[in-house]
């Protein structure tokens, strides 16, 4: 069940993606962040309520309270970053970068959870990640006097902050029911994210928001929600190591919809690197 809930993830978190991207034409993306973690919340918090588990959230111990603090507001850092790079980059160059917290969250799932099984798989698939993501951030000359690679360093802070989010929540999720645990994350990703909007001083551009990318943003916030109460539920019953390659699977699924929907294309060199990063994912998935 957790394998199959890990590939409901990746499905809802590529569709995220692209409706993103369509919500931060000309929103800032600080205000969009904080605006779909609205609607993530309120997803979340339904979901906690349709389950049932509202009355076990006097039995999370401190530790686990700790970490799923930690674990939101490495996910809000990590949304910040991202949804800036997204406003300034192309769908098919951001999503790779950032998916590459899969390297570093398998690294750090082997030292801290001991998950050794089929070690030198695992490693192998690290290293077939490792250089489709390189070959994946190649630029495409013909929009790099356009573009630059100012989308780059957020990318790679969003990455990071995505593996630390994973670590931290697989410890802070224990013995908490997942659909609970996911609602109080997004607590404190909510709070973080106005907090930055406040701190820009951007409040004042919430009520002249295009309504049709509003849609875009709320759409984006429900296919969120529903990718993390997937994940996290994975997450819990699964094993992280395989779980996180799985859920990244999300990239296939945002690339093809930035060619349909935004016309970019992949280099031949891009696509020798999203199929290394496809083929170490699903041998990660089956031998892991």
């Avoid at 686990?64 to 980059?89: N, Q």
């Amino acid at each position: 069940m957790w394998i199959v809930m890990a590939c409901l993830s990746a499905v809802f978190a590529g569709i995220t993606s692209i409706l993103a991207k369509c919500g931060i034409k000309k929103t800032d993306s600080d205000v969009a962040t904080a605006l779909r973690t609205i609607v993530v919340l309120a997803f979340s918090w339904i979901m906690v309520f349709v389950v049932g588990s509202l009355g076990t959230i006097v039995e999370i111990s401190p530790k686990s309270l700790l970490f799923l603090i930690l674990s939101g507001a490495a996910t809000g850092a990590s949304w910040l970053c991202y949804f800036k790079a997204l406003s300034v980059g192309d769908v098919n160059k951001v999503v790779p970068v950032d998916k590459s917290s899969t390297i570093l969250t398998v690294l750090l799932a082997i030292i801290l959870f001991g998950e050794t099984n089929h070690l030198a798989v695992k490693l192998i698939c690290t290293a077939l990640l490792a250089v489709g993501v390189f070959l994946m951030i190649e630029k495409k000359e013909e929009s790099e006097k356009h573009e630059g690679r100012s989308w780059l360093p957020y990318a790679a802070a969003s990455a990071v902050f995505a593996a630390l989010t994973s670590i931290l929540a697989k410890v802070g999720i224990e013995n908490v029911e997942s659909n609970l645990g996911t609602a109080i994350r997004t607590c404190v990703v909510l709070v973080m994210a106005w907090m930055i909007v406040f701190i820009k001083g951007k409040q004042s551009t919430v009520p002249s928001v295009d309504r049709k990318e509003l849609i875009f943003i709320g759409l984006s916030g429900i296919a969120t929600g529903a990718s993390w109460l997937c994940y996290y539920y994975a997450i819990q019953k699964g094993v992280v190591s395989i779980v996180v390659p799985i859920d990244k699977m999300s990239i296939l699924i945002s690339i093809i919809f930035s060619w349909i929907v935004f016309k970019e294309k992949l280099s031949k060199k891009a696509a020798v690197g999203l199929s290394l990063m496809l083929l170490g994912t699903l041998l990660m998935a089956i031998m892991g």
